[in-house]
């Protein structure tokens, strides 16, 4: 007896295209220890958007981000008050388990932090163990998410040398197409390219605006034109001296850019900082 052959590349292309979620803070405040570090956040990060948090340096932006997949768990002495809400649920409540909100909320950090020893191919479906997810076809997954995340054709050939072997640009892309692998509804990007020179920074910035509707973005940048480049949506912070870090001002980035409503924005987005 034969048995039809499945056409796969007709069912990829049925296939719906991942959309991402809609991840909402929700009166967030931090302290560690008895130092409060962030007041009162709200800010709804919706599908298809990509989001970025700007301001000064020590105003809580990564806190603020690492509030959005319960990273802080890692930290004794951090304290959380609020919420944040995915499609609806709240990722700290009893229906949502850690290795789920790590899986769906993914993160790239400022350093690129592949495996070094481990081979490229291996770096990208890393997180499917973690996930304890399997998947049938592995190298497939591991062509697609280095496709998304814009780097298939510079390793293609080398899918099996080590990853450390690889630029700084490529490393962060790298760690990127390891967060797709796992089919993330959101990406938090803190400063994903502050270590890396222009020609790779345009990268990761083509990559995001590729990525956007299909994963919800949310980058920490102090770059503003790359904010201007690739957000949306943008959220200033702020801490005056001795007093928690809060968002000043949120809204289209155009606005923030072009018409910011409060004098420190404007300040801030000039570079009168
Ligand atoms: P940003 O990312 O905007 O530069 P952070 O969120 O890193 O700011 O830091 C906000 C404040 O919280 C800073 O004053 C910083 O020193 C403090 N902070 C951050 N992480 C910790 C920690 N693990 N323990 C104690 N204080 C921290
Ligand atoms: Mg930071």
Redesign the pocket.
Known sequence: MTVPEVDQSVAAEAAPAPVGGVLEGVQVS?W??A?K??EGVDIKMDAGVVTALI????????????TLNRMHEL?P??TLAGSVLLDGHDIYGAGLRLTEVRRRIGMVFQKPNPFPAMTIADNVAAGLRLTGRKVRDRDDLVETSLRRAGLWNEVRNRLGAPAGGLSGGQQQRLCIARSLAVSPDVLLM?EPCSALDPTSTRRIEETILELKDQVTIVI?THNMQQAQRVSQHCAF?L?AEDEP?RVIEQGPTEQIFSDPHDPRTADYVNGRF
């Open positions: 931090c560690f220890g130092r570090v962030l301001g000064p340096s020590g105003c809580g932006k990564s806190t603020f981000l690492r930290v002495i951090a803190d920490v912070f801490a870090g």
